[in-house]
């Protein structure tokens, strides 16, 4: 990745950038093209520790401003279907023949999870934005990329983790009630139409490491899927985080 600022102070919980080349340095970059937002450490919750990531393309924007929203939830417990025995049926509710949507709301059926989508493009310092700091459980889609119910590419979402527990980010990760291979993703627009994915691996990159010309993430040609980002490996010292995961799923019906 090219070399962004970071602003790595955990007492501060405005928004930052996930540059591996320079952790001290405060402020946006100024590449031009949409780069991703992801929830980084403690996003907010009050003024814990908190950091908004951005990883970008091969000439990717970065630092996010978040954008209002209203405030989601994250429920408890097991509320929805179990994903289905074949891997090419339709759970009930989603589309059998999805159509490009915007998404407000996302559901995994067997964690019980309900929260909003937000729509967000890139802020004023051409990066993608990220969801507002004080909402662990919001999730926010990147506009500029795919939507839910295209034909092909990526559907890229990002939420927030906090690396003292707490966001959504925490909640995915889980090893005991995180995401399991074969979980029910639901995409939902404001008209009521869902676009369903069910969940098939996760892939952790660290930082250092990204490739922005790679696909692992920004995609607009490969099979139709969504990919939630979120950050990883905490490092207390450097009050940042060394890792993305990103959590693939694939878009139902499967004609793969």
Do not use: F
């Amino acid at each position: 990745m090219n070399s962004d600022p970071v602003n790595p102070d955990p007492a501060n919980p405005d928004p930052v950038t996930a540059d591996p080349g320079n952790h001290d340095a405060p402020g946006p970059s100024r590449r031009r093209t949409p780069g991703l937002v992801i929830g980084v450490a403690v996003v907010v919750v009050l003024v814990v520790l908190a950091g908004v990531l951005v990883w970008s393309q091969a000439s990717s924007g970065s630092s996010s401003t978040p954008s209002p929203a209203t405030t989601p939830s994250l429920a408890g417990g097991s509320t929805g279907a179990a994903a289905p025995a074949s891997s090419h049926a339709v759970p009930a509710g989603c589309s059998t023949d999805p159509s490009p949507i915007v998404p407000v709301s996302m559901q995994i059926d067997r964690m019980g999870v309900r929260t909003n989508v937000l729509s967000l493009g890139l802020d004023a310092d051409n990066a993608a934005a990220a969801p507002p700091k004080d909402e662990p459980s919001t999730a926010a889609w990147y506009n500029k990329g795919p939507r839910p119910g295209s034909a092909r590419g990526k559907v890229v979402l990002t939420i927030h983790t906090y690396h003292r527990g707490g966001a959504l980010g925490n909640a995915l990760h889980d090893p005991g009630t995180g995401l399991r291979k074969g979980d029910i993703i639901r995409l939902t627009s404001a008209s009521g139409s869902t676009v369903c994915y069910r969940y098939d691996r996760s892939l952790k990159v660290a930082v250092k490491d990204y490739d922005p010309d790679s696909t692992i993430l920004y995609d607009t040609a490969g099979r139709p899927m969504v990919a939630i980002v979120i950050c990883w490996d905490y490092d207390a010292a450097r009050a940042d985080w060394d890792s993305r995961v990103i959590y693939y799923a694939s878009q139902l019906p499967d004609s793969h």
